[in-house]
């Protein structure tokens, strides 16, 4: 059984969606990501603590970087193992927001901490069949059988 441990870092972060005009990538300025990291303490015997991210919103270029920050950020805590990015509030992706998973991905096995998406939408799913990354991602398909495995 897993639960959120009352002395484990938590954060949410919050923006309000707000619309503008588009900058000079023709990303429309503005635009938020809503973030929520939780440190869930498994029972495990090495104490080591996996993070959930729940993202939602569109995952373009203008929110794309706040992930990646977000995700370097977590990595950087020492005892991690796991990291797994909840993305079934996610409702568009674009070729910054793969850029960020694969990123993301990267960093994480150069630290030797499971990566894992959940949660993807069937659109989601499809763009990352059509793009052939599929495959290299650990993908659960929802948060509670990510934490099972």
């Known amino acids: 059984m897993t639960r959120v441990e009352a002395n484990t870092p938590a954060q949410t972060i919050f923006l309000p969606r707000r619309w503008h005009t ?3 990538r023709g990303c ?5 990501l809503r973030m929520s990291c939780q ?5 495990r015997p090495d104490g080591r603590t996996p993070w959930i991210v729940r993202v939602a919103g569109a995952l373009d270029c203008s929110t794309s970087e706040e992930l990646r920050e ?3 950020g977590l990595l950087a805590v020492d005892q991690q193992d796991r990291l797994i990015l909840d993305l079934e509030g996610v409702t568009h992706i674009d070729s910054s927001g793969l850029g960020t998973l694969l990123a993301g991905m990267r960093e994480a096995n150069e630290r030797q901490v499971r ?4 949660g993807l ?4 799913r499809h763009t990352l069949e059509r793009t052939r990354l599929y495959s290299l ?12 495995t």
């Open 22 to 24: 588009e900058d000079e």
């Open 28 to 32: 429309a300025q503005g635009l938020s």
């Open 39 to 43: 440190a869930i303490r498994s029972a």
């Open 70 to 72: 977000k995700i370097n």
């Open 115 to 118: 990566f894992t998406l959940s």
């Open 121 to 124: 939408n069937i659109s989601l």
């Open 137 to 148: 991602f650990e993908i659960r398909p929802t948060l509670q059988d990510a934490l099972l």
